[in-house]
């Protein structure tokens, strides 16, 4: 009987740190960081063959789109297109100097996912 109660008060315990807000960060960095904004400022940076983005408030900030960024719904992340979308690891944008490439602008997390407006 006393296993019983033992195994029953672990499963309770792990039920509630499962469901509670000890699990919400790990959850968040699961699904990325999330933005949203105008897209302000788009140039391409040929040496690391992605865009550098600057998207504007509500919840903006420097961003990078590559490849393997999926963009929903009308295709459109230029200037002056709302964005709304989850972001992850940190790239940089690397531009040809001479024979070498170096960091042009700050970088920022790569576009995950994006969802964008006609205009």
């Known amino acids: 009987m006393t296993l019983v109660k033992i195994i029953t008060f672990l499963t309770v315990i792990m039920s509630v740190l499962y469901f ?7 959850a968040q960095g699961a699904l990325g960081l999330p933005f949203g904004g105008r897209v302000l400022i788009k140039y391409y940076c040929n040496c690391s063959n992605n865009y550098q983005l600057f998207i504007g408030p509500p919840k903006g900030g420097w961003f990078i789109e590559d490849s ?3 963009i929903y719904r009308e295709y459109n992340l230029n200037p002056p297109a709302w964005s709304l979308g ?3 690891a940190n790239l940089q944008c690397l531009q040809y100097y001479g024979y070498s490439c170096v960091t042009a602008g700050p970088g920022g997390p790569h576009i995950r996912m994006v969802g964008t407006s006609k205009f």
Do not use: E, F, M, Y
Not at 20 to 25: A, E, R, V
């Open 86 to 88: 989850l972001a992850d």
């Open 20 to 26: 509670s807000q000890i699990n919400l960060p790990l």
């Open 68 to 70: 393997g960024t999926i």
